[in-house]
């Protein structure tokens, strides 16, 4: 039998699929990634037509995969929601057999993902990889690597506790967003970021922390503080530049309202027959007169239920929304007419996933891979390198 290098040159070094459509066809991604963000990141790259590889620990894999239950077969359901559209090889990457072949794969590669710690990376060689090769190397951390807290590990919540973001949430006390919202920024970050590089031409490091993230996604909360000085507290539904948007109660319930503009809010007093105080003529006067603006928009939306009133906005063109919990996500009319939920075929049976947002030459992309197992493509992915089976056993070990 030939030796480990003989077999990894022996082989064309990544294993090829026929291209997906898309603007990133025929890109190739290696998700060294784990968790939210990385995996995030690659799923945006894979939703635009780009050929992802995903490498996992022997027996392990993606913390997420044991993030439950629920369970799906023997992997969390956090795990499937963000790692379709991928292969999953599993790889020892402290055997300097499962670095060879992650050497070779990132040799192949357009764009990498990772989010080891500086440290992790150090050790299993992937900073040597980074620096020499071609490819773009994006990095997701904790915290940015020109900091103070560049070698610290970090979790979403930490990020929204440290960057502000807890502080607003809520009503009486800091509270985290019901998903992980500074991974799902840092991810989308990422993602642009892996964009930008291919579009330079050049083997660009993109490094994208999770605190950064929070930050920046702050927007006018930040400009709030920063700029003009007030620094809230947790607002709950209220917005703290907005008058009326948020909820409104109805005969049944609440109802989210949305005027952006002085004209929003003219159409919306006429379709609930509503006379306004001159004060509320703008903006500035509505949020002065919260109080008496709200008492006076519910005790006209009590006439109606919720859902009554929908279509009664919707003709005035005043943004309204129902507020909803997923189990009505299934059969909301929108969600059926974009086709966003996809249901693939899965050895545990067919799992339904989220798809793209996206709309690309007026066609949205299509998930085409359910979450694969743990080392599902191991097989397929080193025999693409020239690796007999008795090397695939020693690697998976």
């Given amino acids: 039998m030939t030796s480990l290098d003989d077999d990894l040159s022996a082989g064309p070094g990544w294993p090829v699929l026929p291209p997906r459509e898309g603007p990133l066809s025929g890109v190739r991604v290696l ?10 990141c690659c799923m945006v790259l894979a939703d635009l037509g780009a050929d992802v590889v995903k490498v996992e620990r022997p027996g392990v894999g993606d913390d997420t995969r044991h993030w439950g239950p629920p369970f799906h077969g023997e992997d969390a359901t ?46 299993f060689g992937l900073d040597r990889l980074r620096d020499k090769g071609s490819a773009v190397w994006v990095s997701v951390r904790g915290f940015g690597g020109d900091g103070p807290d560049r070698d610290k ?6 990020a929204q506790a440290r960057s502000g973001l807890m502080s607003i949430t809520g009503t009486t006390e800091p509270t985290r967003s019901g998903v992980a919202i500074a991974d799902v920024v840092t ?4 993602a642009v970021g892996a964009v930008a590089g291919l579009a330079s031409g050049k083997p660009l490091k993109v490094e994208v922390g999770l605190f950064e993230s929070a930050v ?24 703290p530049n907005l008058a009326p948007y948020g909820p409104l109660q109805c005969a049944d319930g609440p109802l989210i309202i949305g005027a952006g503009n002085d004209s929003q809010f003219a ?53 309204c929304a129902p507020v909803q919990d997923l189990s009505q996500l299934p059969t909301d009319p929108q969600v059926v007419a974009t086709g966003q939920l996809h249901s693939l075929p899965h050895p545990a049976g067919d799992v339904t996933v989220v798809g793209s947002p996206y709309r690309l030459d007026d066609r949205r992309p299509r998930p085409h891979r359910a979450p694969p197992t743990l080392g599902q493509h191991t097989t397929e992915v080193l025999a693409a390198l020239g690796l007999s089976t008795t090397n695939v056993e020693e690697l998976t070990a």
Avoid at 31 to 40: F, H, K, Q
Avoid at 85 to 96: G, Q, Y
Avoid at 282 to 294: E, F, H, S, V
């Fill in 31 to 40: 998700d060294l990634s784990r968790v939210l963000a990385g995996p995030y």
């Fill in 78 to 123: 956090y795990f499937l929601s963000v790692n379709r559209d991928r292969r999953s090889v599993t790889l020892d990457l402290t055997a300097p057999s499962g670095q060879a072949v992650v050497a070779t794969l990132v040799e192949h590669a357009d764009i990498v993902v990772e989010n080891f710690l500086p440290r992790h990376l150090s050790a």
């Fill in 153 to 158: 590990p970090g979790y979403d919540i930490m």
């Fill in 187 to 190: 991810g989308l970050y990422a």
């Fill in 216 to 239: 920046a996604a702050l927007v006018n909360q930040a400009s709030n503080a920063l700029i003009g000085g007030v620094v809230p507290g947790p607002i709950g539904n209220t917005h």
């Fill in 267 to 319: 159409a919306l007093c006429d379709a609930l027959d509503v006379s306004p105080l001159k004060g509320w003529a703008n903006n500035a006067g509505r949020l002065a007169d919260r109080a008496a603006m709200t008492l006076a928009l519910e005790t006209a939306l009590q006439a109606r239920t919720a859902r009554e009133w929908v279509p009664v906005l919707g003709r005035a063109g005043v943004p």
